[in-house]
């Protein structure tokens, strides 16, 4: 009669291995558990519970728990809102293309001009000075920077390149769009330096031994080494940018509606199924955003 393994390993006198209990096969399940708990508590109920909100009933005082597709339809249907959205779209965009023609040459410089650790760390932290205050400061300080008698107007008359104040700087879409990229900057430059700064100085070195201009090298090497800075500062960006509303209200005197503005707006109102409606709206933006941006490099592989 052959011996199972067990027996065999008794007979022979060497220790039988023990069985690895439920903790031990379930270890990687436990050490899930937390995490996978507090996304479905705050992320996928509270979503659930927007789209079912969201398909609600709306009358002026009360909203009822009785489906329909009125909000739906009112927010699709109204020019005022539909073009809210587009605004939002065109605004993200906008900041989107100016933070990283701005953020790009100054996360090249640290990243590739300066070699000092120290230094870049530095110049790293003089980007971020501006978040020591509050946000609502930063966005305020723009008033009289581009009011009529602001100081932008006043150095332009002082140089004598314009005769009268431009008023366009001022509570208009311009201005709305000059706050977010100030203030979204800085998120647009860390994650670039970052991806510029692991760049191996030998592979640069090697493309000019060869013969390669300054312009094939960053073609070639130093912009698709550094794409995945270049997508996650655009995922930070552009989540912000989408749900902004603190800027557009204080930079454009209310005249500048974005989706985050009109959710607030109708929260107020105590109009639940239409913020909910505009929420679901904001939220498969972003989604779609966020996958677009994801199919360009795979995250996970480069960083």
Known sequence: MVATPDIAASETGA???PKPGFLSRNRHFLLLAPGVIWMVLFLIVPLVMMVYVSF????????????????????????????????TLRIWLTVLFLTLLLGYP?????????????VQTVLLVACVIPFWTSFLIRVLAWRP????????????????LITQPIEVLLFTELSVIIGMVQI????????????????????IEAARDLGASSSTIFRKIIFPLSLPGVVVGAIFV???????????SALSGRKVNLLGNIIVT??????????????????????????????????????
């Open 106 to 118: 100054t996360a090249l410089f640290i990243g590739q001009f300066v070699r000092n650790k120290t």
């Open 184 to 203: 979204y900057v800085v998120f647009m430059v860390g994650p670039i330096a970052f991806m510029l700064a692991r760049i191996d100085e030998s592979l």
């Open 15 to 17: 220790p039988m291995a």
């Open 145 to 160: 920077m581009l009011g009529k008698e602001g100081a932008i107007n006043i150095v332009l008359q002082k140089l004598g």
């Open 238 to 248: 552009s989540v912000m940018v989408l749900g902004e509303f603190a800027t557009a």
């Open 56 to 87: 609600w009933t709306q009358t002026t005082f009360a909203i009822k728990p009785d489906l329909t597709l009125k909000s739906w339809a009112t927010f699709f249907g109204s020019e005022t809102y539909f073009g809210a959205l587009l605004r």
């Open 266 to 303: 109708q929260v107020g109102s105590l109009k639940w199924a239409f913020a909910a409606v505009v929420g679901v709206v904001l939220t498969v933006v972003m989604a779609a955003v966020i996958t677009g941006l994801l199919r360009i490099v795979n995250l996970r592989r480069e960083l």
